[in-house]
């Protein structure tokens, strides 16, 4: 819940998604992704660093089929601020993902360069299959078409922070996700 007596209470201008409204998107998507993979063996989470965090923790539980979690830790060449597509492996897959059923775990999708990126390198590793669950994705921002099977939201194109997503690596651990005050960033 936004605390008006907190910290962040001067930097942030609105919530756009509660605690409750992301604490039911969450529990929502895991029923639907118990249902699809009921019967599966086990369902390989691929959570991206650092983003991704909060939203694998939360998704993770509130699955009913057994997960295994594996994290990845990706560099775009470019700017801070923009990805561009080039994309660098800075924390590889850990085990052998052939044959697996590999869900990949994002917080947001916004020029969709990274996913892209990722799965491509996935399918080389020859995985039973692959699929998506975001948070959020910023609609009419994509440069690439991305297969989003599972979303949580779609939402405006501002700059929103909290619940894993940063500004100058702050904000994350808001247990919300809302818009971030121009003045924060236009120091
Ligand atoms: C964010 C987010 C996604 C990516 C989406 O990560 O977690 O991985 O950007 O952007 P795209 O769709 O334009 O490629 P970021 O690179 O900011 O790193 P972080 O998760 O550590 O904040």
Known sequence: MFDPDSWYAEEIERTIITEDEIRAKVAELGDRVSAD????????????FKGAVMFMADFARALSVPVKMEFMALSSYGSSTTSSGTVRIL?????????????????????????????KYLEGLHP????????????????????????????????????????????????????????????
Request: net charge negative; glycine share 8%; hydrophobic share 45%.
């Open 91 to 119: 924390k590889d897959i850990d085990s052998d993902v052939a044959g697996k059923h590999l869900l990949v775990v994002e917080d947001i999708i916004d020029s969709g360069l990274t996913l892209s990126w990722l799965l």
């Open 37 to 48: 993979y009921a019967g599966t063996d086990e369902v390989l989470l691929v959570g991206v």
């Open 128 to 187: 039973a299959s692959v699929a998506v669950v975001s948070m959020l994705r910023k609609p009419g921002v994509q440069r690439v078409d991305i297969p989003v099977k599972y979303l949580g939201f779609d939402i405006p194109n501002e700059f929103v922070v909290g619940y894993g997503l940063d500004y100058a690596e702050r904000y994350r651990e808001l247990p919300f996700v809302g818009v971030l005050k121009p003045s924060v960033y236009q120091k």
